[in-house]
């Protein structure tokens, strides 16, 4: 089976209400190259952790905001536009975003966060595993305004992030422009994601995250069944249903927050963890998501032998307004006239207008032509645990990690398989 995640994008369009020049710069970045010398660089395992804390209170804001609907996103893809865009923020701006990202900035300098999330990209750029990460990052910005040469660098260097001109007066051919560049980087996976720009808008920042993975134990698509989802207790659908018998994989059972923990390996390091509440348990477990919920729920699995395992195919697109939803977290003023991003081009009182993540994911047997595949069953009578069967025929949570550095690649939650 093939898992095809994406694609975290992001839109943000910039407006400036006042131009105004100013001699002060990047300086303050220029730790940044050297602080891997001068200072202890941010571990991997630190910097899961903050980025566990943010995608949990960014999926508890979506959950709340779209109730009774599947939430898809990319914390790591959202994390990293705003990091990026946070190299030209100042001020209280520039505190709101860190802080908003869950950084402790009396504890940590700014330019050990972008160092070690620099760090960070780079190591996943790295082709290998069979399992593909590819995040992309992208500036368009107003053809008469001019571009600091600090921040391209910077922003280049740390976030893979390229600068382009374009000319929001002409917003249909802009529009072209920003979408061939989103669908070349998803690979034709999003397209269309501009429609509407503002004549104003100055800047407009594109993110992207694609992750493509290949069950290191497919699934067989001759197994896959019409199969009942239930919805709530009076309403179900149906959904092809996917069917594995006889699998051995990472489990636990938790019975403090009444659910089932099961994990799926992917050819390589990533791992998808998938967490079924029980009936009427998704708001305890929601509210209960934390960092040290993850950590326990990791520590906790153990190999189990499953006599059935079905796992409902999907298909699943989602856009969200992040200005709506990013002040609950504490990130405002960008969004506001006060906003101080006058490190991007040197002109103040530049707002974050809008800001959209649209992520799509789409979980099938197929997907990606793959080499045989060793399919291994298991003697149940020989299993030294007695087997047990798991059906996720109701509303669960899934996350996206890749161990090596365990951020939470993607993450959502699916309340429908067959609802786009």
């Known amino acids: 089976m093939a898992f095809i995640a994406a694609l ?32 202890k660089q941010l571990d991997s395992l630190t910097l899961a ?23 898809v996103f990319s914390p790591l893809g959202i994390t990293t536009a705003l ?5 030209g923020a100042k001020g209280n701006t520039l505190q709101e975003i860190l802080e908003g990202l869950k950084f402790n900035l009396t504890e940590t300098p700014e330019a050990d966060i972008h160092q070690g999330f620099g760090h960070l990209l780079q190591g996943l750029s790295q082709p290998g595993d069979q399992v593909q990460i590819i995040a992309g990052n992208a500036l368009f910005v107003e053809q008469h305004l001019q571009i600091l040469t600090e921040f391209k660098e910077k922003a280049r260097a740390l976030y893979q992030t390229e600068v382009f001109t374009a000319d929001f007066q002409q917003p249909r051919e802009t529009s072209k422009l920003i979408n061939d560049y989103v669908k070349k980087q998803t690979q034709g996976k999003a397209k269309d994601l ?4 503002d004549g104003r808008t100055s800047i407009v920042v594109v993110n992207d995250l694609l992750f493509t993975g290949k069950w290191k134990v497919p699934f067989d698509p001759d197994d896959t069944f019409m199969g009942k989802f239930i919805l709530d207790r009076k309403r179900t659908v149906k959904v092809p249903m996917m069917k594995f018998v006889n699998l051995k994989t990472p489990y ?23 967490i079924l509440p ?44 992040l200005e709506n939803i990013l002040p609950e977290l504490g990130i405002r003023e ?46 149940f ?40």
């Open 49 to 71: 952790s903050i980025n566990t804390d943010f995608a949990f209170s960014l999926y508890k804001e979506l959950a709340l905001k779209n109730p009774n609907k599947n939430i």
């Open 381 to 420: 009578l020989s299993a030294k645990i007695k087997p047990i069967s798991l059906i996720m025929i109701r509303a669960f949570i899934y996350v996206v990690i890749d161990p090596r550095n365990p951020f939470i690649s993607i993450m959502g939650k699916v309340i429908n398989p067959i609802e786009i």
């Open 278 to 321: 029980d009936q009427d348990k998704m708001q305890q477990v929601e509210a209960s998501l934390q960092p040290a919920t993850l950590k326990k729920w990791r520590k906790s699995l153990r190999h189990r032998v499953i006599s059935e395992f079905y796992l409902p195919k999907f298909f699943l697109s989602q856009k969200y307004n």
């Open 334 to 379: 960008v969004f506001s006239t006060q906003a101080d991003l006058s490190g991007i081009t040197g002109a103040k009182n530049t707002t974050v207008s809008q800001m959209i993540h649209m992520a799509v994911l789409n979980m099938t047997e197929t997907g990606t032509k793959a080499g045989a595949a060793t399919r291994v069953e298991y003697d």
């Open 252 to 274: 636990f059972r938790d019975e403090k927050l009444k659910c089932t923990v099961v994990e799926l390996k992917y050819k390589g390091s990533a791992k998808a963890m998938f």
């Open 8 to 39: 975290g994008m992001l839109i943000a369009g910039i407006c400036p209400a006042v131009l105004c020049c100013s001699d002060d710069t990047l300086g303050r970045h220029t730790a940044v190259q050297k602080g891997q010398d001068t200072r």
């Open 194 to 197: 501009v429609s509407d720009l």
């Open 83 to 87: 990091n990026s865009l946070s190299l």
